[in-house]
């Protein structure tokens, strides 16, 4: 028994990867499942497509392997942030869901009435909830439906009802309630219970073992069970993790060999739907608009902070999907194929080209440096064209956006957060894209560090995995043992000047967005909402 499986399950299907205790990466497969949007805000899933999925992609990830299942020496399961709803009967959620995506965001209304109350929990959340986080939508579900709320028997995140059903045993992570729930580690009372009584909603802990010590990440969970063995097509009695978000994985799977020593410097960002900022600090640092500090919700005694953006390689599927000009529904070839088109433009025409076109990327708020989830975009340099020049302009002032704000958020952790970073591992879909490789290698004012590892997500699970398989003692060890090659890449002075040019605008339409989105606040108080009965 020497391999490792990694489970990744993300926003749009479940990926499964096998690994040695080297990091080697021996087989992958994955399988899709279905996101629901069943009104305006709301994102939901139903949990027992997001199984299947899951059982197909190890199935055929195992099928690929000499020995087969008799080789797993570990579990590990990372998945995105989003909660799933245990209730008795009927599904709680509008379409037949039990799972709330990381990015619906039916709460905002209940995270500024989080934010109203000034408890001490904000500081570690920038000074403002996130609707994307856990409490806003449990909030909403108990205040707009009751009936549903009082059929709930727990609520786990995503990663950790992946591992009861694959163990039947039902615990949490502590990287998910540090990072998703009013829950602070460092404190002998971990749950900010206080704030749930006042909000009403403090039965919460009372649910499916909340309340019990959670796990640190990489410890053993449970053993397979039998009916999931069958389902899996995995041996029963192998030890599975407790597991991550999917963002923490994928830093594991960036941070390289010798991180301890540069762990002030280097920011591991995980670009894919959305795209997540990670970096870790030996003590308690507070950044406004910035998520965190979390303790303990990747390596045991350290503080994480995350920073993102809510919707990145989404937006640029976006302009895929809705230009006129677009040549088809967004994939990974036509993205490569649109990049390379575009990257052909920028080296014939150079900075001139799409100059007078900006945007401020927030079309789902803004995580960091403001951190402010009601915020929209802004963009510039719109006319009536729709064609194929306008096309490719919109494509790049979205990449080119995407980047500067990575800019912008390093800036701000620098500044705020005592880190000094000039170094950025990306991981994710992100490296896939030729343009956005090149633009965050000249615009993000930082060097580009880019891996071998082909699946970063899945080798950070599969470092979770290991501890758990008995491999390694704790995942400092796993990392320096199973971490892959990594590769500098310098900007391009040139385009580095142009970007700085970029950089400026981007800042200033940045300062005008925010005063426009506080007077625009002011005037929905300016009059009270008549219903007139006009259509």
């Given at each position: ?11 749009l ?29 709301h994102?939901i ?9 899951v ?8 099928a690929?392997?000499p ?9 590990a399961f ?14 709680p959620?509008?379409?037949?869901g039990d ?8 709460g ?6 989080v ?11 920038g ?10 939508k ?17 609520v ?19 990287c ?7 829950y ?21 802990t ?19 069970s ?16 407790i ?8 830093a ?31 003590d ?13 919700a ?27 000009a ?20 920028l ?41 194929e ?21 390093i800036?701000?952790?620098?500044a705020?957060g005592?880190?000094?970073?000039d ?6 879909g ?14 993000s ?6 891996s071998?590892a ?7 699970t ?21 971490a892959?090659?990594?590769?500098t890449?310098?900007p ?15 800042l ?13 606040r ?14």
């Open positions: 028994m020497n391999h490792l499986l990694a489970i990744d399950v993300g926003t299907s479940a990926r499964a990867g096998i690994f040695d205790g080297e990091g080697t990466l021996h087989a992958t497969a994955a399988a899709s499942f279905e996101l629901i949007t069943p009104a305006e805000h994102a899933y139903r949990m027992e497509d997001i199984w299947t999925a059982c197909r992609a190890v199935a055929q990830c195992i690929q392997i020995g087969g299942a008799k080789t797993i020496a570990g579990i990372d998945a995105t942030s989003s909660v799933y709803i245990d209730a008795q009967g009927e599904p959620l509008d379409g037949g799972v709330i995506c990381w990015m619906d965001h039916r905002e209304a209940q995270a500024a009435e934010d109203a109350t000034g408890h001490r929990f904000l500081s570690h959340v000074g403002s909830l996130s609707p994307e986080t856990n409490l806003p449990l909030l909403w579900l108990k205040r707009n439906r009751p009936e549903a709320w009082a059929s709930v028997r727990g786990r995140d995503l990663c950790d009802e992946l591992a009861r059903r694959a163990t039947s045993v039902g615990r949490h992570s502590v998910g309630l540090a990072c998703k729930w009013p602070l580690p460092n404190d002998p009372e971990p749950w900010c219970q206080d704030l749930l009584d006042d909000l009403g909603i403090g039965d919460l009372t649910l499916d073992h909340l309340s019990d010590r959670p796990g640190k990440v990489g410890e053993v969970h449970a053993t397979v039998k009916k999931a063995a069958a389902e899996l097509g995995i041996l029963a009695g192998v030890p599975v993790a597991g991550l978000i999917d963002a923490e994985a994928g594991l799977g960036v941070l390289g060999r010798n991180y301890l020593a540069r762990m002030n410097n280097l920011l591991p960002m995980i670009g894919g739907t959305s795209t997540c900022y990670m970096p870790f600090a030996r308690e640092r507070f950044v406004p608009g910035v998520w965190g500090p979390f303790k303990d990747v390596f045991p005694g350290y503080w994480m902070h995350e920073a993102g953006q809510s919707l990145s390689g989404t937006a640029l599927d976006a302009v895929l999907a809705h230009h006129p677009s040549p088809g529904e967004p994939s990974s070839e036509l993205h490569r194929q649109t990049a390379n088109r575009i990257l052909k433009l080296d014939e025409e150079g900075s001139g080209f799409a100059a007078t076109r900006h945007i401020i990327p927030d079309w789902l708020g803004n995580r960091a440096p403001l951190g402010d989830g009601r915020v929209r975009a802004l963009a510039t340099g719109l006319g009536t064209e729709t064609g020049r306008s096309f490719l302009e919109s494509y790049y002032a979205t990449a080119r956006a995407l980047a500067l704000q990575t800019r912008h958020i800036d701000h952790l620098n705020r005592r880190y000094a970073i170094s950025v591992a990306l991981a994710g992100h490296l896939h894209n030729p343009l956005l490789v090149r633009l965050y290698r000249d615009a004012g930082a060097k580009l560090i880019v071998d082909k699946e970063p997500v899945l080798l950070g599969a470092m979770v995995a290991s501890l758990a398989a008995g491999l390694y003692p704790d995942l400092f060890t796993a990392l320096e043992a199973m892959p090659r990594q590769t890449l310098e391009d002075p040139d385009w580095q000047l142009a970007h700085d040019a970029a950089y400026r605008i981007y200033k339409l940045f300062n005008v967005r925010n005063e426009v989105e506080v007077a625009g002011a005037l929905e108080a300016l009059l009270p909402h008549k219903h007139s009965g006009a259509l």
